[in-house]
């Protein structure tokens, strides 16, 4: 191999690889819910989480139980635009939360419950 066919190799190399940074090849741009459900009662409780786009696209639903003092996490990816919204349910409480996909890649969220209360709290942890 010649100096000059090494040197258009090296050049192709590197634009196709400068190429692939730039275009973000392989990089996914889709929103996510970190969100804790929080039992601060003295009973265990049984919750449900959905969490729904604008569009209507269901990206969870889950059941589960969550023993005293303890606490439940659920992660989950979504659309990259869009409001989305979580829905905690319980027995007799409900605790929701929404966020702009489009303006907040990683929103993170609490739902904390006990036998006269609940509280929610969240936060855009990693706006876009």
């Given amino acids: ?10 050049a ?8 692939a940074g730039c ?17 601060d009662g003295d009973e265990p409780v049984d919750v449900d989480v959905v969490v ?32 989305h919204e979580v829905v905690v349910t319980g027995g007799d409480w409900e605790g929701r939360l929404a966020w702009d996909a489009g303006v907040c890649a990683l929103y993170d969220g609490t ?3 006990d036998a006269e209360t609940v509280s929610v709290a969240g936060e855009c942890v990693d706006p876009r």
């Fill in 111 to 113: 739902v904390a419950v």
């Fill in 1 to 10: 191999m010649d100096r000059r066919e090494l040197l258009t190799a090296t």
């Fill in 23 to 39: 275009l973000e090849l392989g990089e996914n741009d889709s929103g996510r819910l970190d969100l804790t459900v929080r039992n």
């Fill in 12 to 19: 192709a190399t590197v634009t196709a690889a400068a190429t």
């Fill in 52 to 83: 729904e786009g604008d569009d209507g696209t269901l990206y969870l639903e889950e059941t589960d139980r969550v023993d005293v003092g303890v606490a439940r996490a659920f992660e989950t990816t979504v659309g990259e635009t869009g409001r």
